[in-house]
């Protein structure tokens, strides 16, 4: 190994200490997305002192790779893991949903904290209907194969959606789920109801202020001081985007009968870098969302928003690693916390936490291994590289829900 590589592959973990806040073990109610569409990350062993080092303690995986599970058994981290929509259609054979339990979550625990698996991901948005029709019935199968095998008081089965099954969201206590989604939703929200399982949505408000950067205020979406906007049909009173939108869909959910049931966020986040048409995609506004997100969730003394101020906010923000081969433009291959070699995409201002210190190296692999394209693992997903496609489609089927929110919302500035 050269002098130049072993430089490159010893990196270390540096997080400058100048203006670092150190936040509380509260931390617990953050998690973190570990995707993996790149061909430079570290080994999985040598992410485990990483995710300490911002003190996440939940990581939501878009397959099950062993690699990864058997890297943080013993370690206490909770692990959501997905299957994929490319598999929905085997998942509609019990024996298949059962096998596919045994080899991907029953044969990590107790070991390893696997606590949710979701199937599939916003296949709602993709209008395919063969697709739509097997996300339920993969969901209740793989359900009942936790039955089978004595799991399912500890690993809960839930699928995630794109905010764009919202026809309404402006105010956010009028949220209503699109017309010709509302059978099947409602479908899907008896599962959650029977099983004790959330429902989860994948929020962001980058893509809002992306598409309306000269009519949405950064300080909305970037949780920084504002004037806020006031649901007049509540009297509540929302000073950020992302408790609007997560209320809109509590709106949603309670409309359809479910008003206990639990809404969670497993993606939200903001690119540190993007092209010349991606407005605020920059190191700056990625360090004030998703630190200030955090310091948000990790202070304040009632964690709901102004609907559910009594329930506990269950977020995962995206994403661990900035993903090389993602494809798209150039902010989906940007929304990390931190580099390949372990250095931070840009300050987050989270002190290290469980003695992880400024030594902590990423050596131990050889470039070989990083340079070639991974292999993918019997038990893992493709579908989060075809989700990332999709993530354009997202973007503009997202906006309509919000539009009014947004005219409103710039009403109430104007009028304050």
Same mark, same amino acid.
């Given at each position: 190994?050269?002098?130049? *590589?072993?430089?490159?592959?010893?990196?270390?973990?540096?997080?400058?200490?100048?203006?670092?806040?150190?936040?509380?073990?509260?931390?617990?109610?953050?998690?973190v997305?570990?995707?993996?569409?790149?061909?430079?990350?570290?080994?999985?062993?040598?992410?485990?002192?990483?995710?300490?080092?911002?003190?996440?303690?939940?990581?939501?995986?878009?397959?099950?790779d062993?690699?990864?599970?058997?890297?943080?058994?013993? *370690?206490?981290?909770?692990?959501?893991?997905?299957?994929?929509?490319?598999?929905?259609?085997?998942?509609?054979?019990?024996?298949?949903?059962?096998?596919? @339990?045994?080899?991907?979550?029953?044969?990590?625990?107790?070991?390893?904290?696997?606590?949710?698996?979701?199937?599939?991901?916003?296949?709602l948005?993709?209008?395919?209907?063969?697709?739509?029709?097997?996300?339920?019935?993969?969901?209740?199968n793989?359900?009942?194969?936790?039955?089978?095998?004595?799991?399912?008081?500890?690993v809960?089965?839930?699928?995630?959606?794109?905010?764009?099954?919202?026809?309404?969201?402006?105010?956010p /206590?009028?949220?209503?789920?699109?017309?010709?989604?509302?059978?099947?939703? /409602?479908?899907?929200?008896?599962? $959650?109801?029977?099983?004790?399982?959330?429902?989860?949505?994948?929020?962001?408000?980058?893509?809002?202020?992306?598409?309306?950067?000269k009519? @949405?205020?950064?300080?909305?979406?970037?949780?920084?001081?504002?004037?806020?906007?006031?649901?007049?049909?509540?009297?509540?009173?929302?000073?950020?985007?992302?408790?609007?939108?997560?209320?809109?869909?509590?709106?949603? @959910?309670?409309?359809?009968?479910?008003?206990?049931?639990?809404? $969670?966020?497993?993606?939200?986040?903001?690119?540190?870098?993007?092209?010349?048409?991606?407005?605020?995609?920059?190191?700056?506004?990625?360090?004030?969302?998703?630190?200030?997100?955090?310091?948000?969730?990790?202070?304040?003394?009632?964690?709901?928003?102004?609907?559910?101020?009594?329930?506990?906010?269950?977020?995962?923000?995206?994403?661990?690693?900035?993903?090389?081969?993602?494809?798209?433009?150039?902010?989906?291959?940007?929304?990390?916390?931190?580099?390949?070699?372990?250095?931070?995409?840009?300050?987050?201002?989270?002190?290290?936490?469980?003695?992880?210190?400024?030594?902590?190296?990423?050596?131990?692999?050889?470039?070989?291994?990083?340079?070639? *394209?991974?292999?993918?693992?019997?038990?893992?997903? *493709?579908?989060?590289?075809?989700?990332?496609?999709?993530?354009?489609?997202?973007r503009?089927?997202?906006?309509?829900?919000?539009?009014?929110?947004?005219?409103?919302?710039?009403?109430?500035?104007? @009028?304050?």
């Amino acid at each position: 190994m050269d002098l130049s *590589t072993f430089h490159y592959w010893s990196s270390l973990i540096f997080i400058s200490v100048v203006g670092i806040v150190v936040f509380p073990a509260m931390v617990a109610s953050i998690g973190v997305n570990y995707g993996q569409i790149a061909n430079n990350l570290p080994l999985p062993q040598n992410v485990v002192p990483l995710v300490k080092s911002i003190g996440a303690t939940k990581l939501k995986l878009y397959d099950a790779d062993p690699r990864v599970l058997k890297a943080f058994a013993n *370690t206490g981290v909770e692990f959501m893991v997905g299957l994929g929509n490319e598999y929905l259609a085997k998942m509609k054979d019990p024996d298949k949903a059962q096998a596919w @339990v045994k080899t991907n979550v029953q044969a990590f625990l107790p070991a390893t904290n696997i606590t949710a698996i979701f199937v599939g991901n916003e296949v709602l948005t993709f209008n395919d209907s063969s697709l739509t029709g097997n996300l339920l019935p993969a969901m209740q199968n793989v359900h009942t194969a936790l039955v089978n095998l004595g799991l399912d008081k500890q690993v809960t089965v839930t699928t995630a959606h794109s905010l764009a099954i919202l026809e309404t969201s402006y105010p956010p /206590s009028s949220g209503a789920f699109r017309r010709d989604l509302v059978n099947c939703i /409602s479908a899907i929200l008896s599962f $959650h109801s029977k099983t004790c399982s959330p429902f989860l949505i994948n929020a962001y408000p980058y893509f809002a202020y992306k598409a309306n950067p000269k009519q @949405v205020p950064l300080e909305f979406v970037l949780f920084e001081q504002n004037a806020g906007v006031l649901d007049p049909s509540t009297s509540l009173h929302y000073d950020n985007m992302l408790f609007a939108q997560i209320d809109a869909v509590y709106a949603a @959910v309670g409309a359809l009968g479910y008003k206990k049931l639990p809404v $969670h966020i497993s993606e939200t986040g903001w690119p540190s870098r993007g092209d010349e048409n991606e407005a605020g995609a920059t190191p700056d506004n990625a360090k004030k969302y998703n630190g200030n997100l955090i310091k948000l969730m990790t202070e304040q003394k009632k964690k709901g928003t102004p609907m559910r101020p009594s329930s506990e906010l269950n977020i995962y923000v995206f994403a661990l690693f900035n993903e090389n081969m993602k494809p798209g433009p150039t902010s989906e291959r940007n929304y990390g916390l931190f580099k390949p070699d372990g250095t931070p995409a840009y300050s987050l201002g989270i002190a290290l936490n469980d003695g992880v210190s400024n030594s902590t190296s990423f050596s131990g692999s050889s470039p070989g291994t990083y340079g070639s *394209t991974p292999s993918t693992p019997a038990s893992s997903s *493709t579908g989060y590289l075809s989700i990332s496609s999709s993530a354009m489609e997202r973007r503009q089927t997202g906006i309509g829900p919000l539009f009014f929110f947004f005219m409103f919302m710039m009403m109430q500035l104007v @009028v304050c």
